[in-house]
């Protein structure tokens, strides 16, 4: 139990300053519409690290920093001159660009170095779980740094996003807060992609943000429910990594996906006139009905057109009611199944047996030689095969179901589904 | 540049040597052992890249077109052989022509499946395939090399033979101090951050319990990661292996709180400066080894 605390205790705690630091920039990323700003800095930054590592300067020594920092700050004077090109094409264009030939010149880089392929899968993934004291402590003070920074010059800083022509009339240099924006943007993200990984930091950026402004429009509040909803997805998205033996990068990834998808889904029942609540709410069940007779309908149209085919609504129906299968078998079909499923997995604990064996072999016992373990191989194939032969009698079984399923199975669901289809259809669009 | 290169591969043409391409550093330096100076060898991998993740550049189509004999590990390590071979339609090279070595064919491999493929039964068993790692299957390795050399130059069928058999006779002098130094370490158990080292681990008697990365590119889980470090705790296991290619992030975290020690040991040879050549491989690993458990806490 101290184990997985002391494992979780660290990461979650970067998770909650990567929050804080990321929803505030990421509504500024959103009001400017460069929503891939953050890969395209992290991109040049990692590229002035690589150019470091090539120069002989070890990974997160002074020198790989300064370097990754002064790549960095190149990058922030030409985000910013990008706002004066912006007329006829958007400004994402030219991020994309940076993005782009900054992560191809760093391969071309990399393609010479050891660690080469290690150093690009890092910057994708990064690694979270591996975060220590220090390294809290460290981007604890940068992100306070920068926050302060950004709290003191709040107005100019909200201004030049939000009202960019009204801060030009008013005589503001906005050349100078953009580059100060992009620059101390550019001195976050570099640190945030070497722990979190581009991929988690781009959730970070965008999705609590994107959460705020679905909900309000005051930039305090937007900020508020950002926080909450961030640390809601990273606490569940480590919760799930741990308790389901995933990954943890993409795990919170998807966790952040789902908060936005599920936020967006239930904004209409929240954000509805008290008045109106329950026929909004009736119109979501409609909708729910509408989608699972539709797939119900396309479903059962495919199996009668291709009973052999993969059926993923069918499989999980017979997963949980064995009988939607069985049904359709005889006595002697069902009996033939269930033999090749228990000998398929005697079979596969005999080809585990042997290979336990063999590894055992290598560090105690006797020695096998190199004629004894071919032998043994040998072996454990005829059992892998073997298994495969049984494996192959189970799905030659779901295949005769299935043809009998085709029909006898396939029209009443349709007939049913498109009933549920005529019914539903209309009482949805009486709802707003 | 396409001139560059082809007057590049001149020299070993113009001097008569055998022009041989091998998919690895270590291949390449075992049929230098068997060919001497009588061939002339390049390997397609680098040794500061992963050669299971190695993509093929143009130049190397270029050195398939005019070489003599191509030597691959097979077992699956490196597909992307095929594709360059096609690409190149040097028919003494294609699969079972006179040019074309597969070093794992006369080698015991281990963790082989038969994974067939779908309902058509097709089976291809590959094993693991790091299996240089062993120095006692360098005897098959070079016996591969030798019968390939021999068919397409059979006026120094003697030579090769011999200048295999004495390569054979000093690696087997070198393996027995070898496993003299490496014998404290039998039966002791690591953790390997891939599984690279069945072979290795057969030869010098030493018990991988578990990995960081049990799938190769997919980032461990903190449960896993909890897993191991309760084993290394409980089974007082004190070393952790990783390649110098892979991250140190996790080896290194594990290590320390587990009382470990990281030890870097070299896949290939050139993955370390020290382990220029395949004997000079298993000096820097068994090295490596011994001197970590000699100096553990």
Known sequence: MSDIFSFMFYPFAAALLLTGIHTYLGIHVLRRNIIFVDLALAQISALGATVAFMLGHAPQSAGAYGYALTF?????????????????????????????????????????????????????VGSLLTVDSHDLVRLALLYGAVGAFHWLFRKRFLAVSFEPDAARRQGARLWLWDFLFYASFGVVVTSSVAVGGVLLVFSFLIIPAAIGALYFTRI??????GWLMGTLAS?????????????????????????????????????????????VARGFVAMGAVAVAAVLALSSLWLMIKPRADHPVLDLMEASLPAVRMAF?????????????????????????????????RWHGAE??????QRLSSYTKSFQEMRNGELFVQKEMRNKARERQSWALGIPVLAVSLAVLGIVWPLRRRSP | MLFCLLTSSLPALAAGKISVVATTPDLASLAREVGGDLIETVALTQSSNDPEAFQPRPADVIKLKSAQLVVRVGADFDLWLDRLLSQAGNANLMKGAVGYVDTSAGVALVEVSAASLGTSGHAHGAGNPHYWLDPHNAEAITGSILEGLARIDPS????????RNAFLSSLGERLKTWEARLAP?????VIAYHNAWPYFARRFRLNVVDYIEPK??????????????????????????????ESPRIPDMLASRAAGAVVVLAPTVGAVKQADDYIGLFDYNVDALAQAWAARR
């Open chain 1, 220 to 225: 305090a509040a937007r900020l508020a429910a």
């Open chain 1, 72 to 124: 960095t700050l190149a990058g922030a004077v030409l985000l910013t001159l990008s706002r004066g090109w912006g007329g006829r094409v958007s400004q994402e264009t030219f991020v994309g660009v940076i993005y782009v030939v900054s992560a191809a010149a760093a391969f071309l880089l990399v393609d010479k170095a050891p660690q080469g392929a290690e150093h690009i899968k890092q910057l994708l």
């Open chain 1, 368 to 373: 096998l030689s190199d004629y004894e373990l």
């Open chain 1, 329 to 361: 078998l005889s006595r002697a079909e069902i009996e033939l199944m269930n033999d090749a499923s228990r000998d398929a997995e005697h079979y596969r604990q005999e080809a585990q047996k042997l290979n336990g064996m063999e590894r055992d072999s």
């Open chain 2, 156 to 163: 120094h069928g003697r030579r090769y033979e011999s200048q």
């Open chain 2, 216 to 245: 190769p590119g997919i980032p461990p889980s903190p449960a896993h990661l909890a897993r191991l470090l309760g084993r290394m705790k409980d089974e007082h296991i004190r070393i952790v292996l990783k390649d110098p290619f």
């Open chain 1, 235 to 279: 606490s569940l998205g480590l919760g799930a990594s741990f308790a389901w033996d995933l990954p943890t990068g993409a795990a919170m990834v998807c966790a952040f996906g789902a908060m936005l998808l599920v936020s967006a889904l239930v904004k209409p029942l929240i954000t509805a006139p008290r008045s109106l609540k329950k026929t």
């Open chain 2, 185 to 189: 370490l039998r039966g002791v158990s």
